[in-house]
């Protein structure tokens, strides 16, 4: 087990935001959100259209100010006066990659170089394309790109400056699977090379294979943990079991097992809400064969980050219509 | 004011012209109207009645001109900005190191480059056609005209500063590339009063006069290029809304 160092020598976060509000006049676009982003940590924003993430990643980029709470980005506080000194330190790819389709690939990456003050940026541009295998693509006008390879662009663009913080803001949206699949392996190779990454999406499965931890936001923060942490916080644990034919009296073989809470019958299995997974399954089983049932199969009950995404966003729906 | 970086500045200026390039309908917008109001003053000088010694109607031809410089950048100012938020590239654009005023400056001077070389130009080959075709009184009526042709020279490049820098604030605070083009193009014409009269002889074109209408022309370009970078909210070009603090 790793052992956690002294607080006093641990690094910095990347990313320390604590209450932060933006309000555009009467409409609130996220409310008195507080989280923090280690260093090389990929980080995913959640949440359903109009929760706020996008306004999020436009704050903490400078872009936009803050109605009230403060944030420190890449080690620098949030402040009108320091947002040239944020943005040098940060990249941001949004939802569009907005590149000029008049001009070249390379073209494109050397204004992105000068916008950032790199002089001699010939190599860097050479290891960004690099990065995103575009090396040999550096002469095609963009408007002749796939949507797939303009992503892949603005990716490399965004590696340009070497920044300490990667926002990515829908990263995959419109893309189709095989251009998602490209830049999730880029994704994962900037992990790989300990990049921060602050990945808003609203793609489960996406978020769920890509990041360390999670933040749910519908315009206050629901949560924030690892995935596996978010289940354990709102899922019970559960053994699912699937038996050739219904038993018939399943009170009587369940009730009698201590670490059997309850069960139900769903979908043609059988789940039990248990206190240990590990210890209830052989006990089940036991049970099971004494009552004489044949056993398909006996498992630990998965809920995917979409049942823990629904689950919360659900409780929103329904505290708003109460 | 902070110093402005070259690097950054130098980078939207290339941007800029290769952009423009590029743009076919941009270069026919640049050069369709300097051609047209080049043939005025050229039939008027080349193939009107023989003029008689101390005749300024040559002087009405000029003016036509002196528009050229006006309404050349008026597509690209309207461009600047709106375009850029209409192709998309704004944002990305904002959340790089550049300043403002860098933004500002390096828009401005790349459209002042293709303007003060096509208003130029123009000038150029009507003052040749007049030395090589026009009639001698005409050809020696405008030669002579020394402090209106300073004029001429001196005001193009701050007459398509006030013109570029207006129509940018209109870009920057116009939703729309037309609307701002429109509201740009009315703008710019209020300097161009000073010029007209001038060159009817209503303010008389000494070199003194022409001097002190540079320097008024230049002061109000810097007060104009000000308040366009004190116009140029990000929050607002990004978002459709104004920014308000706690």
Same mark, same amino acid.
């Given at each position: 087990m790793?052992?956690?160092?002294?607080?006093?020598?641990r690094? +910095?976060p =990347? %990313?320390?935001v #604590?209450r932060?509000?933006?309000?555009?006049? *009467?409409? $609130? @676009?996220?409310?008195?959100?507080s989280?923090?982003?280690a260093?090389?940590?990929v980080?995913?924003?959640?949440?359903?259209?109009?929760?706020?993430?996008?306004?999020t990643?436009?704050t903490?980029?400078?872009?936009?100010?803050?109605?009230?709470?403060s944030?420190?980005?890449?080690g620098?506080?949030?402040?009108?006066e320091n947002?040239?000194?944020i943005r040098?330190?940060i990249?941001?790819?949004?939802?569009?990659?907005?590149?000029?389709?008049?001009?070249t690939v390379l073209?494109?990456?050397?204004?992105?170089?000068?916008?950032?003050?790199?002089?001699?940026?010939e190599?860097?541009i050479?290891?960004a394309?690099?990065?995103?295998?575009?090396s040999d693509r550096a002469?095609?006008?963009?408007?002749g790109?796939?949507?797939?390879?303009r992503?892949?662009?603005?990716? +490399?663009? =965004? %590696?340009?400056? #070497?920044?300490?913080?990667l926002?990515?803001? *829908?990263? $995959? @949206?419109?893309?189709d699977p095989v251009?998602a699949?490209e830049?999730?392996s880029?994704?994962?190779?900037?992990?790989?090379r300990?990049v921060?990454?602050?990945l808003?999406t609203h793609?489960?499965?996406?978020?769920?294979?890509l990041?360390?931890?999670v933040?749910?936001?519908?315009?206050t923060l629901r949560?924030?943990?690892?995935?596996?942490?978010?289940?354990?916080?709102?899922?019970?644990?559960?053994?699912?079991?699937?038996t050739?034919?219904a038993l018939?009296?399943?009170?009587?073989?369940?009730?009698?097992?201590a670490?059997v809470?309850?069960?139900?019958?769903e979908g043609?299995?059988?789940?039990?809400?248990?206190?240990?997974?590990?210890?209830?399954?052989?006990e089940?089983?036991r049970?099971?064969?004494?009552?004489?049932?044949?056993?398909?199969?006996?498992?630990?009950?998965?809920h995917?980050?979409?049942?823990?995404?629904?689950?919360?966003v659900d409780?929103?729906?329904?505290a708003?219509?109460? | 004011?902070?110093?402005?970086d070259?690097?950054?500045?130098?980078?939207v200026?290339r941007?800029?012209l290769?952009e423009?390039?590029?743009?076919r309908?941009?270069?026919?917008a640049?050069l369709?109207?300097?051609?047209?109001?080049?043939?005025?003053?050229?039939?008027?000088?080349?193939?009107?009645p023989?003029?008689?010694?101390g005749?300024q109607s040559?002087?009405?031809?000029?003016?036509?001109?002196i528009?050229?410089?006006v309404?050349?950048p008026?597509?690209?100012?309207?461009?600047?900005v709106?375009g850029e938020?209409?192709?998309?590239?704004?944002?990305?654009?904002?959340?790089?190191?550049?300043?403002?005023?860098?933004?500002?400056?390096?828009?401005a001077?790349?459209?002042?480059?293709?303007?003060?070389?096509?208003?130029?130009?123009?000038?150029?080959?009507?003052l040749?056609?007049?030395?090589?075709?026009?009639?001698?009184?005409?050809?020696?009526?405008?030669f002579?005209e020394?402090?209106?042709?300073?004029?001429?020279?001196?005001f193009?490049?701050?007459?398509a500063?006030?013109?570029i820098?207006?129509?940018m604030a209109?870009s920057v605070?116009?939703?729309?590339?037309?609307?701002a083009?429109?509201?740009?193009?009315?703008?710019?014409?209020?300097?161009?009063g000073?010029?007209?009269l001038m060159?009817l002889?209503?303010?008389?074109?000494?070199?003194?006069a022409?001097?002190?209408?540079?320097?008024?022309?230049?002061v109000?370009d810097?007060?104009?290029?000000?308040?366009?970078?004190?116009?140029?909210?990000?929050?607002?070009?990004?978002t459709?809304a104004?920014?308000?603090?706690?």
């Amino acid at each position: 087990m790793p052992v956690e160092a002294p607080e006093a020598q641990r690094p +910095a976060p =990347a %990313l320390v935001v #604590d209450r932060l509000t933006k309000r555009f006049g *009467e409409r $609130t @676009a996220f409310n008195d959100v507080s989280f923090e982003v280690a260093h090389g940590e990929v980080f995913g924003f959640l949440g359903p259209n109009g929760a706020g993430k996008t306004t999020t990643v436009r704050t903490l980029g400078t872009l936009i100010a803050p109605t009230t709470g403060s944030a420190t980005v890449a080690g620098v506080p949030l402040t009108a006066e320091n947002g040239v000194e944020i943005r040098r330190r940060i990249a941001i790819m949004p939802e569009a990659p907005g590149l000029y389709l008049r001009l070249t690939v390379l073209e494109n990456m050397r204004f992105a170089a000068g916008l950032y003050g790199l002089r001699h940026a010939e190599p860097r541009i050479e290891a960004a394309l690099d990065a995103v295998n575009l090396s040999d693509r550096a002469g095609d006008l963009c408007g002749g790109l796939s949507k797939g390879l303009r992503q892949r662009v603005a990716v +490399a663009r =965004a %590696l340009l400056s #070497d920044p300490r913080i990667l926002f990515l803001d *829908e990263p $995959t @949206a419109g893309l189709d699977p095989v251009a998602a699949l490209e830049v999730h392996s880029l994704i994962s190779e900037l992990r790989g090379r300990g990049v921060t990454i602050f990945l808003t999406t609203h793609r489960l499965d996406e978020a769920e294979k890509l990041c360390d931890r999670v933040a749910i936001l519908n315009t206050t923060l629901r949560s924030v943990g690892r995935p596996a942490q978010l289940r354990a916080q709102l899922f019970q644990n559960a053994l699912a079991v699937r038996t050739r034919t219904a038993l018939t009296d399943p009170d009587a073989v369940f009730i009698g097992i201590a670490s059997v809470q309850s069960w139900r019958h769903e979908g043609g299995s059988y789940v039990l809400t248990v206190t240990d997974p590990e210890r209830a399954a052989p006990e089940v089983t036991r049970a099971l064969v004494g009552a004489g049932a044949d056993v398909l199969s006996i498992s630990e009950a998965q809920h995917s980050l979409e049942d823990v995404y629904l689950q919360l966003v659900d409780d929103d729906v329904e505290a708003r219509q109460r | 004011m902070k110093a402005l970086d070259g690097t950054r500045v130098g980078a939207v200026i290339r941007k800029e012209l290769t952009e423009f390039r590029r743009k076919r309908s941009i270069v026919v917008a640049m050069l369709v109207l300097p051609a047209i109001f080049l043939i005025e003053p050229i039939l008027t000088v080349l193939l009107g009645p023989h003029a008689s010694v101390g005749d300024q109607s040559y002087r009405i031809p000029i003016l036509l001109l002196i528009l050229i410089p006006v309404i050349t950048p008026s597509t690209l100012a309207a461009y600047s900005v709106a375009g850029e938020r209409e192709q998309g590239t704004l944002e990305p654009l904002l959340t790089t190191p550049i300043r403002t005023e860098e933004f500002i400056v390096a828009k401005a001077a790349a459209i002042m480059i293709p303007t003060l070389g096509l208003s130029y130009l123009v000038f150029g080959f009507f003052l040749a056609l007049v030395r090589l075709f026009s009639d001698p009184v005409i050809a020696a009526g405008i030669f002579n005209e020394g402090p209106l042709l300073l004029a001429l020279f001196l005001f193009t490049p701050l007459l398509a500063g006030w013109a570029i820098v207006v129509g940018m604030a209109m870009s920057v605070s116009a939703g729309e590339i037309r609307v701002a083009q429109q509201l740009g193009m009315v703008a710019s014409f209020p300097p161009l009063g000073i010029v007209i009269l001038m060159v009817l002889g209503v303010i008389q074109p000494t070199i003194t006069a022409a001097i002190v209408f540079a320097v008024v022309l230049l002061v109000a370009d810097l007060l104009a290029l000000r308040l366009t970078s004190g116009l140029f909210d990000r929050e607002r070009l990004v978002t459709g809304a104004r920014a308000v603090r706690a």
